[in-house]
Structure formats: C-alpha cells, structure tokens
C-alpha cells in the first residue's frame, strides 16, 4: 500500500511539473511601443507635440484569436465632447452613449462601418450600440455639428490607443507571429497600409520598433447631419430645437 501511495504521489507531482512547464510555454506577453506623428497641418498637434488616439492591433497570422466575451464600453457625451475621441474595441461590444449634459444629444453614424442613429435623448439617460463587425465608426451629434469621434472595431483582443507621448501597450498577448497595424484618423488609407508589418512576439516584454505616421495628405472632410443635409446654425441649447427634417 506505501508503495502504492508513494508511486501516485510522484505520479501527481511529475503532472504538476509538466502542468508548470506548459504554463511557463504559453506565457503572455505584453507589447509596448511609441508612435510618432509627422507633417501635422493642425495647430494644435503641432503646438502641443499631442500623439494620443492612435490605435495599434495586432492580428494572429495562424489561427484565430480566442473567442471570449467582448466587455462593454462607453463614449460620454458631457460639455458638448464626446470622450473619449477615438475608442477601439472589440466586436461584438456594446457601446453605451450616457448624456452628462444639461441639454439633448442625438448621437448618430451613416458610415459603413456601422449605421446607427439612437435618437434624441435627454440628459441624464444613456443608450446603447453593439458593433458586431470590424470597421471604422466615424459618430457625429446630430444636434451639434461640432462633436465628432471614432470607434475602431477590431476582429482581435490585441490592441492599444496611444497616450498624448505617443505611447501605447498591449497586454496578454500569447507568442507567435501577427500582422501589426495602425489606425489614425488624420492619415491616408495608404500611409496607413504602408505601416503595417509582420512581428514576431515572445515571452515576456516585447519592443516593437517606432511608428512614424505621417499626415500628408489627410483632408478633413465637412460632415452632414443624419438626414444628409447642412446643419442648421447652432442651436442655443436652452431646451428648444430647430424642427427635426423628416
């Protein structure tokens, strides 16, 4: 009976230190790196060196990623701001739109990325999208012309938004070989398909060489409101509205 018990005590431990080794060889890694942005037109970025918003994925080169719950997230609306600007996430996540102002937002899409319009609402209350497919949300207010933001679907759990340093991390991410990526709203299609590249990731704390994303060529374009018309001149929010178009 020892004999026995000693040998299904060694068997236990010898699958502890094999169940050990397999967990060290699937450890995680956390990737790090800095963007810059160049040849900026706007005042603001130039004068204030602010590289925040850009977001970096990766995308596994064999197999898929791991299908697991998307978390919710949120985009507030408060001083007539939607924050955060830009906001990436992964499909299948819904994104609620709370209202923190005193007066009535009416957050809307009519991009492909995903069209939605979730109505006029009032302060106070919130309401929510799920994004079920990749792609870039570009929202608008359909009350106020001035508020604008991003959402980047992401069919990957790896992915980061870049700091005002232009810095950016992106944690538990498993060893092998991803195609990197890059979103920003002020670059061409092109300069950003000429940033991707091909990066092997290993254990522990992995590098990735700088990004430097160039904003020649960008174009800022006039939006309309939902119903594809000129906004009307700005509303003076104390609780009345120009007459909705139908």
């Known amino acids: 009976m020892q004999a026995r018990a000693r040998s299904t005590r060694n068997a236990i ?15 995680a890694a956390t990737v790090s790196g800095r963007v810059e942005l ?6 603001q970025v130039r004068k204030k060196m602010d590289y925040s918003g850009v977001v970096v994925w990766l995308e596994p080169l064999s197999g898929t990623a791991p299908q697991a719950a998307a978390p919710s997230a949120r985009m507030i609306q408060k001083d007539k701001t939607f924050t955060p600007h830009v906001l990436a996430v992964r499909t299948g996540t819904t994104v609620d739109f709370p209202n923190f102002d005193p ?12 069209m939605f319009d979730i ?9 929510g999208v799920r994004f079920d497919r990749p792609g870039v949300v570009r929202v608008f207010c359909n ?14 759990p790896y992915f980061g938004t870049t700091r005002k340093d232009g810095s950016f991390e992106i944690a538990d991410v498993p060893a092998g070989e991803y195609r990197a990526r890059v979103f920003h709203e002020r670059a061409t299609q092109a300069t ?20 430097i994303v160039s904003e020649t060529g960008y174009l800022p374009i006039p939006h309309t409101d939902k119903f594809g018309h000129p906004y009307h001149s700005a509303p003076d929010d104390g609780g009345a ?3 909705v178009r139908q």
């Open 38 to 43: 160049r040849d900026s037109k706007e005042a």
């Open 192 to 211: 950003l398909d000429e940033l991707g590249r091909r990066v092997t990731i290993t254990e522990g704390a992995v590098t990735l060489a700088r990004l």
């Open 103 to 114: 007066i009535f937002h009416n957050a809307f899409s009519n991009y492909d990325g995903k």
């Open 241 to 243: 509205y120009p007459a």
């Open 13 to 27: 431990a010898l699958f502890s230190l094999l169940a050990c080794g397999l967990a060290g060889s699937t450890q």
């Open 143 to 156: 009350i106020h012309a001035s508020m604008s933001a991003i959402i980047v679907v992401l069919n990957t």
């Open 119 to 127: 109505g006029l609402y009032p302060p106070g209350s919130s309401r």
